[in-house]
């Protein structure tokens, strides 16, 4: 925001809330009169302007340099009646709408928002959220493609809403929280338009119905063990399938006009060790011909790719993530040697192992990948090549389209302990898997 701005807004701010001192002058100092009286007052007195005034006040407050308390107090009407409360219910529910449909037109999208509302905020802020969303869709004008998409993003939302209402036990907490969610609301910044050209199709020529179900199920079961070379074993066998699944794929829409064409989504990380866990992300988009961009302030990383290769992205991201980080837990709890305990619990240590984790298994996923891309342009022949050059090329464009000012991370190393046990966790993982595949183990 800049100063002049900044300025303008501070003023204009001052200036409501003195006609909103005007409005409210008999009812904030009759507070040792009869409940009743005070109740009458305040819906005689307060109108939805000045609790808008208020709403405005209290969500920018730190920015001001304000605190947000003694506003929020006032807001929640202890020595008030019902109908005032509902009243500041109410408008807070229209404000949180307001601002949740201002942000899908600037690019955010329902995933989105509840992510970030959760990161930022809290839960409560997330699920109040969440619970406006359905009407600040309605306001949008969305293509096909895009309508099919937030549908399916409010379905998988639908457990989670919740509605602001004066008349529960929860009110002053649930107020608090539609204020922290109207104080990030209002500084989110316009994020460029990812979502897909074209409306998604539910099976498309050359589709396998049973492939995301048996590598669903390989990645739970590298999950689930302890065993690093099993882990291992399940994750290869997973990235063999969905590798040489789409590889067929691209092959057999080579030339159709049914073709996969190049959409962006964004992959929210949780702290700790944010920027270690989007160069994982990173590497296993490399590995998958699609790209990453991490923006870590807001915890985030967008991809860009064919819809088949982001999928194989997303699953095999998460189970890595599960598994790089259950062993970097059982170092700690159970290391080698009773000296490197400790060690393995420095927040040093993981960022370390997890960098080097990722540095490893990238590079051979890469193999991996390259293998299989070998195996599928000797099957398909020519007319493979030349739609995964498409793509890299369309992909290249649509990162630069999307963020043209984007720029290079670089991370530094600075426990070697973690960096060894990284590469040597990524290394077990057997990502080659000729000695347990020519052993023809039952998948």
């Not at 991370?409 to 290394?427: L, N, Q």
Request: net charge positive; charged share 25%.
């Amino acid at each position: 925001m800049g100063i002049r701005n900044k300025e303008r807004r501070q003023a204009k701010q001052r200036r409501q809330r003195g006609r909103g001192d005007s409005q409210r002058t008999g009812w904030s100092y009759s507070r040792t009169a009869a409940p009743t009286e005070t109740a009458r007052r305040a819906d005689e007195r307060w109108s939805a302007e000045s609790i808008d005034t208020l709403l405005v006040a209290a969500a920018h407050a730190e920015c001001d340099g304000l605190d947000a308390r003694p506003v929020i107090a006032e807001l929640a009407g202890a020595t008030a009646g019902l109908r005032f409360r509902d009243m500041v219910a109410s408008r807070l529910s229209a404000a949180l709408t307001n601002d949740a449909s201002l942000c899908l037109h600037n690019g955010w999208e329902p995933l989105d928002l509840a992510n970030v509302l959760r990161r930022l905020a809290g839960a409560t802020a997330a699920s109040l959220v969440e619970g406006a969303l359905p009407e600040a869709v309605q306001r949008q004008r969305l293509s096909t493609a895009k309508e099919q998409r937030w549908k399916r993003q409010l379905e998988d939302l639908a457990g989670n809403p919740k509605v602001v209402r004066a008349a529960t036990p929860t009110w002053e907490t649930d107020l608090t929280a539609g204020v922290a969610a109207l104080g990030v609301l209002g500084h989110l910044p316009a994020l460029p338009d990812v979502g897909p050209r074209r409306p998604a199709e539910t099976v498309r020529p050359g589709t396998d119905p049973g492939i995301l179900a048996k590598v669903r199920s390989l990645l739970a079961k590298a999950e689930a063990t302890e065993f690093e070379e099993e882990a291992g074993t399940f994750l290869a066998k997973a990235q063999e399938l969905m590798a040489r699944h789409n590889l067929d794929r691209a092959a057999v829409e080579a030339g159709r006009n049914d073709a996969q064409a190049v959409e962006g989504r964004r992959c929210w990380l949780d702290d700790p060790y944010l920027k270690q866990k989007a160069y994982l992300v990173h590497v296993v988009a490399k590995a998958n011909r699609c790209r990453s961009v991490a923006d870590y302030e807001l915890g985030m990383s967008t991809l860009f790719g064919a819809s088949d290769d982001l999928d194989t992205v997303e699953m095999l991201f998460t189970s890595l993530l599960v598994h790089a980080t259950r062993q970097m837990t059982l170092r700690a709890t159970r290391p080698a040697k009773p000296s490197l305990s400790s060690s393995a619990r420095r927040p040093a240590y993981r960022r370390s192992f997890l960098l080097a984790y990722a540095d490893r298994i990238g590079a051979r996923l890469c193999e991996a990948s390259l293998v299989a891309t070998k195996a599928a342009v000797q099957d398909q022949g020519d007319r493979l090549l030349p739609v995964l050059v498409s793509r890299g090329r369309l992909v290249d464009e649509a990162v630069d389209k999307a963020f043209p000012k984007v720029v290079s991370s670089e991370f530094s190393v600075t426990d070697y302990e973690g960096w060894a046990a990284g590469r040597a966790a990524a290394d077990l993982a057997d990502l080659a898997m000729q000695r347990k595949l020519a052993a023809g183990a039952d998948w």
